[in-house]
């Protein structure tokens, strides 16, 4: 059963900076599909990024050139490194782990950008 703890949330004034982190542990981490996705209130859970074993990665138009996703797979570390942060990326950030049918969720963590 893999377990995944996100950190790194915070406030952040607009334009800010914040690089979150996903640990993770109980599986073979290379082995999975790794994903970022977020929840602000009111709304759905949306897909910002995702990145798979060997390194390819996939970005939510919204995020592009703003956010980077990255992984070490010798340290089963997931990292999402966010840039010129606006208020609309407001949310909990979730980390997420696929191997094929199985599913895994961390228990996301705040991000608040507001000045």
């Known amino acids: 059963q893999v377990q995944l703890v996100e950190s790194g949330g915070g406030l952040v004034q607009p334009g800010g900076t914040l690089r979150l982190s996903c640990a993770a542990s109980g599986g073979i981490f290379s082995a999975y599909v790794m994903s970022w996705y977020r929840q602000a209130p009111g709304n759905q859970r949306e897909f910002v990024t995702a990145i798979s074993g060997g390194g390819s990665a996939q970005y939510a138009d919204s995020v592009k050139g703003r956010f980077t996703v990255s992984r070490d797979n010798a340290k089963n570390m997931l990292y999402l490194q966010m840039n010129s942060l606006r208020p609309e990326d407001t949310a909990v950030y979730y980390c997420?782990?696929?191997?094929?049918?199985?599913?895994?969720w961390g228990q996301g963590t705040q991000v608040t950008v507001s000045s």
């Open positions: 997420r782990a696929v191997l094929d049918a199985n599913v895994h």
